[in-house]
């Protein structure tokens, strides 16, 4: 039931988002999230984007991870 | 290199190195449970059980919404749909859950007019279309759905779109976890805790729980990097008798979750008492309509006597969604129970244990 991909938003009208995963295009409510935009990533659960996706956090994990692990810096 | 969100959390050179670090660190046997479904099923797919050490046990949690819900909600949907007024709307997965007699899926077989939506805005478009009929939106979900589900009931509001209205069984994550850690005979270690559940939370609300129980507990998304991350965390606090509560999924979870979306449940949605299928009543874990919004609630809406319920005997989700059993401890596993012909909720719902058990581990 929950979409747990990230879509990427590519229009809004009205509040109303098309979101695109995997070159699949859907419409998504933006009545729950506040400060977004086309090209963000977004969750889309049951036809609502409910949280927009952190870039910063995201590498940060991925960096945090391969230091940990003591893995290099990764492909880039 | 273009961030994906999904890509980079699959990377194969650090799963294997999470996994090498998780069978160093881990001296004892460890049983956590992933409290939620979309992780069960994200756990089978990509086949983490069988990489990870055989002393560490993982559990399907009670966070699968078709699974808890109870025997009671199902039979009175079943009864809204037997209304020649009523037009039923549900998600996909409810369809299939015996009843104590029926199922919706019996009854649209019967020909009752009971229609599979993907968001709850299509079951207000039904609405919409038939303006002489009264629409139902069968509402069972958690702190990721609900707040969809008050956004409709704005609309509707709204729109004066008065011949809409919820059936809500909603459910709230925190007190079925202070629950689980209260009951006699369960033994759980640690918990994987729900990523879009915590999306609209955030971390603030599992705080009170962890204060009280100070047992590990990390929040994560989806991908094999995520959950094998946090189990290697649940196992590092486990070890070092720290437990923690971490935010294992920042690019998604904000520690504060999504105010706005919290704002528009709580509006329209307030605290009750509910029963969990196979746990019972749990005090303040059902999200049902305010007042001002009772126009809008079927239970209100139609005269539906309580009808008298019983569990389909012999089935044992109660005791697997609380960790208390595996499915293939159920006797009706595999047996007269199988996914074509489920005898309980978690053999239904793609999200459920016994249904991932079954797919997967043959
Ligand atoms: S196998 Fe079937 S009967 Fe047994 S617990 Fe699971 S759903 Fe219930």
């Not at chain 2, 409709?152 to 004066?160: M, N």
């Not at chain 2, 189990?231 to 920042?250: D, F, R």
Request: a neutral charge; hydrophobic letters at 45%.
């Amino acid at each position: 039931m929950c979409l747990a991909v990230p879509s990427k938003i590519i229009e809004i009208n009205n509040a109303v988002a098309k979101v695109a995963v995997d070159g699949v295009v859907r419409e998504a409510s933006l009545m729950l999230l506040e400060d977004v935009g086309i090209g963000d990533y977004v969750i889309v659960h049951a036809g609502f984007a409910i949280s927009k996706m952190d870039e910063e956090a995201a590498l940060q994990t991925i960096a945090d991870m391969r230091r940990i692990l003591d893995l290099g810096a990764g492909p880039d | 290199m273009r961030m994906t969100y999904t890509q980079e959390f699959k990377d194969p050179e650090i799963s294997k190195a999470l996994v090498a670090r998780i069978r160093e660190k881990i001296t004892c046997p460890l049983r956590l449970m992933e409290v939620c479904g979309t992780h069960t099923m994200a756990i089978f797919r990509y086949g983490i059980r069988s990489v990870l050490p055989d002393t560490l046990t993982l559990l399907s949690g009670p966070g699968c919404p078709v699974c808890v819900t109870a025997q009671k909600d199902i039979d009175t949907c079943v009864m809204l749909a037997r209304r020649s007024d009523v037009i039923l709307t549900t998600f996909g997965d409810l369809m299939k859950v015996p009843g104590s007699g029926s199922s919706l899926a019996g009854e649209k077989a019967k020909g009752a007019d009971i229609r599979m939506v993907y968001s709850v805005f299509d079951a207000l478009a039904v609405a919409k279309e038939n303006p002489d009929r009264q629409v139902v939106f069968c509402a069972v979900g958690f702190e990721t759905t609900i707040p969809t589900i008050a956004g409709a009931v704005l609309t509707a509001k709204a729109q004066g779109v008065n011949n809409f209205s919820i059936y809500s069984a909603n459910k709230l994550t925190p007190p079925a976890l202070a629950t689980l850690m209260e009951t006699g005979g369960v033994d759980i270690d640690g918990f994987i805790l729900p990523g879009h559940v915590s999306v609209i939370t955030g971390l603030d609300a599992f705080v009170p729980f962890f204060e009280k129980y100070r047992i590990p507990s990390v929040v994560t998304g989806f991908e094999p990097v995520d959950i094998l991350k946090a189990i290697l965390m649940l196992v590092a606090q486990k070890e070092s008798k720290a437990p923690g509560l971490v935010n294992a999924y920042a690019r998604a979870v904000a520690d504060t979750g999504n105010p706005k979306a919290r704002a528009i449940m709580d509006q329209v949605f307030e605290k009750a008492d509910t029963i969990w299928r196979g746990i019972g009543k749990i005090q303040d874990s059902g999200m049902v309509l305010r007042e001002s919004f009772h126009k809008f609630d079927a239970a209100k809406k139609f005269d539906m006597p309580v009808p008298d319920t019983r569990e389909p005997a012999g089935c044992d989700c109660g005791r697997i969604l609380m960790g208390l059993k595996r499915p293939d401890q159920c006797r009706l596993y595999k047996k007269s129970c199988t996914p074509m012909h489920p005898v309980g909720p978690c053999m239904v719902s793609s999200e459920g244990a016994c249904a991932a058990f079954y797919k997967y581990s043959r």
